[in-house]
């Protein structure tokens, strides 16, 4: 089972900042088995980043994702009053399916 | 449009019994896998349960295997999850989520959210 650990727990920022939310895998994967969801209190999840950085229909382009082997990181450039939620990490290929814990990103 | 509604979510005693639904429109049903995941607020998301497109063929995560089936009908364009044997640890959110083009496990779109509470 691949074990994704999400750091940081949280992050404080101020509207029109850069988030940067890293998903650290206990063994290597391919970029294309990674991805990333959003969550807002009270909604389900929804998927933002799949694939090789491939954008969900409808997520805007100040979201990105990139990394390698173990290492992964989501970006958002220029902070949205609408970005404030909890972000996942996903491994999304071969059963088991897991998800990281979370990282919740909040105002400042 | 697609749109996923789950129902059947309860209290239950452990030991007993539950299903949920899943009702689907908007989209070619048999063309998509489907799943169920499960969140609470201590393990976060948890993936339970897959019924994949193609051959029909139902996978599951260790936690629940033996004890969850998942299950479709086509014809009223629903999945189900029958939850036999509860435990306290089942406690959770469950949705239902379709699998994407690019994977089954993939999921792009989510259901509102059921809530199962298993408590004597």
């Known amino acids: 089972e691949i074990v994704l650990t999400q750091s940081p727990g949280s992050l404080s920022l101020s509207p029109g900042e850069r988030a940067t939310l890293s998903c650290r895998a206990s063994?290597?994967?391919?970029?294309?088995?990674l991805a990333w969801y959003q969550q807002k209190p009270g909604q389900a999840p929804r998927l933002l980043i799949y694939g090789d950085s491939a954008r969900a229909t409808g997520i805007p382009d100040r979201f990105s994702g990139s990394g390698s082997g173990t290492d992964f990181t989501l970006t958002i450039t220029g902070l949205e009053p609408e970005d404030f939620a909890v972000y996942y990490c996903?491994?999304?290929?071969?059963?088991?399916?897991?998800f990281g814990q979370g990282t919740q990103l909040e105002t400042k | 449009e697609v749109q996923l509604l789950e129902s059947g979510g309860a209290l239950v005693q452990p030991g007993g019994s539950l299903r949920l639904s899943c009702a689907a429109s908007?989209?070619?049903?048999?063309?998509?896998?489907m799943n169920w995941i499960r969140q609470t607020p201590g393990k976060g998301l948890q993936w339970v349960s897959t019924f994949t497109d193609s051959g029909g063929s139902t996978i599951y995560a260790g936690p629940v295997k033996g004890r969850f089936t998942i299950s479709r009908d086509v014809s009223k364009n629903t999945v189900y999850l029958q939850m036999n044997s509860l435990r306290d640890e089942d406690t959770a959110v469950y949705y239902c989520?379709?699998?994407?083009?690019?994977?089954?496990?993939?999921?792009?779109?989510w259901g509102q959210g059921t809530l199962v509470t298993v408590s004597s």
């Open positions: 908007g989209f070619t049903f048999t063309n998509f896998a």
């Open positions: 996903q491994y999304y290929v071969n059963s088991p399916i897991t």
């Open positions: 989520a379709r699998g994407s083009y690019s994977g089954w496990f993939l999921f792009d779109h």
């Open positions: 063994q290597s994967v391919s970029g294309s088995h």
